[in-house]
């Protein structure tokens, strides 16, 4: 053959590869490094650590199954009440943020200051503390400091989250991910579509524009919440609200509120505008006939 | 048969040392709950890993469904939450997941700064681990925005509102992330990318490193 190889050779490398052929068994390395019991980490040890893993696993599954995770109703930039909460994690960095020495014009103390330190510090711990004892008891300083660091944020956590369910339950708030599924299982009960709606489709449009209904509309402070063209703002669109509720039932809801009160009763308000009851009467009535399909 | 198609492989690229590497090192019995049933605590980075190897692969399952605009967004997820099989599950484990990832590597690294595993000569790896932390923060903090809802959305806001408090480059950077003046469409499909390539991308790259430190150190001896 052209190439001058042994014809003996198993394999014949051409060109410039660079595997060599081996003519050795890789040996096994021998465990005196450590004192005592070493193992191999495949398949050894990493079987050991497998049977970890499987217990955690376990509890994990059982974890996402009896709890499923939390979806609340779709994000809508104009809801004004709700409380904003990050993840359980960023809590304490959170709760900083709410002492005075640290908000207000010291915010940067909270915000980029303390963290800085923290942060900083914990990168760079093995150039802080470089000594060569290694038992935490030892190398007081720097366990102290992780110590009351531990305790600041779990201390940190908790006021925060206290806090929260205490503004919770001040403002009367069910959180959204609770109401929903709640909302969800009861209409499934009834046989009702148990997904939120979803805005946009076909526009809907105002019926009967000119009616003087819509100067009542507009006189009676509907307009700042629902929108001067009916298509909603802070409250709910109006628009199509006819396919939903009777004359009788929008007229409850201006006289008594609804949704315990993000919706106020209106009346007296609508009244103090110079609206008579007629008025009212006939701003139910023209609602109630807003349909999506004419 | 396997063992041909193993031999033949091997001939052409010499992988068995590869391999041989990682399996046969050395794990001494201070670490090995079998032996010392405190040794626990050396499980931690392990579970950090695994549970990181759940996120990623529920996350690929996620991405299947979710769609990153925010006329979508939220439908896409509830669709996924209460039409799908197992979708609830996959999700679940997403979310939960997230969680237990940060509780492990906190775990993880009380362990390391205890037991003094961060002196001489593995700082680099502490740091790198560090970087590790700050990365799954970063993943926690863009994958809380994904699923467009009311929750996700206002502690999205004050994230921004935060990150505009920063001196001098606050307010640059407050507009990088949301791309634009505002939370919004921009914010959304941004934060997905910067959720599904950019961080892990670092995440693996750093893992890896992470790694080969700790198998050319070994794994710090006894207390």
Redesign the interface.
Known sequence: MAHGHSSKE??VYVGDSR????SYN?E??D?T?????????????LL??WM??VV??VA??V???S???????????N?TG?V???????LFL?QL?KYPYASGSY??IG??LIPAVM?GG??M???L????????YK?PI??SL?FVS?LAIIYLTKVAWNGYEHELKELNIIP??IEREEK?REAAAAGKP???A?P?GKEVAIVDKDDPAMASFKKATCVACHGADLKGASAPSLRGIGDTLSKDEILKIIHEGKNDGKMPAMYDTAIGAGLTDQDIDHLAEWLAKQKAAQ | MFKGVYNWIDERLDITPMWRDVADHEVPEHVNPAHHFSAFVYCFGGLTFFITVIQILSGMFLTMYYVPDIVNAYYSVEYLQTKVAFGQIVRGMHHWGASLVIVMMFLHTLRVFFTGSYKAPREMNWVVGMLIFFVMLGLGFTGYLLPWDNKAYFATKVGMEIADTVPYIGPYLKELMQGGTIVGAQTLTRFFAIHVFFLPAGLLALLGAHFFMIRRQGISGPL
């Open positions: 198993k394999v595997v060599k052929k081996r890789p096994q390395p465990y490094a450590y004192p005592g019991k070493s193992e191999a980490f495949i398949p050894n040890f050991k650590e970890v893993g955690a696993l994990f599954l974890l996402t199954i709890e499923p995770p939390p979806l609340g109703y779709p994000a809508n930039p809801n709700f904003p909460i990050p993840d359980w994690y960023f959170y943020l915010v940067v915000t980029v942060f914990l990168v711990a093995p150039f503390d470089s000594g060569k004892e290694r038992r935490f190398r720097a366990s992780m531990l959204e991910h969800a148990t997904g939120q979803k946009g």
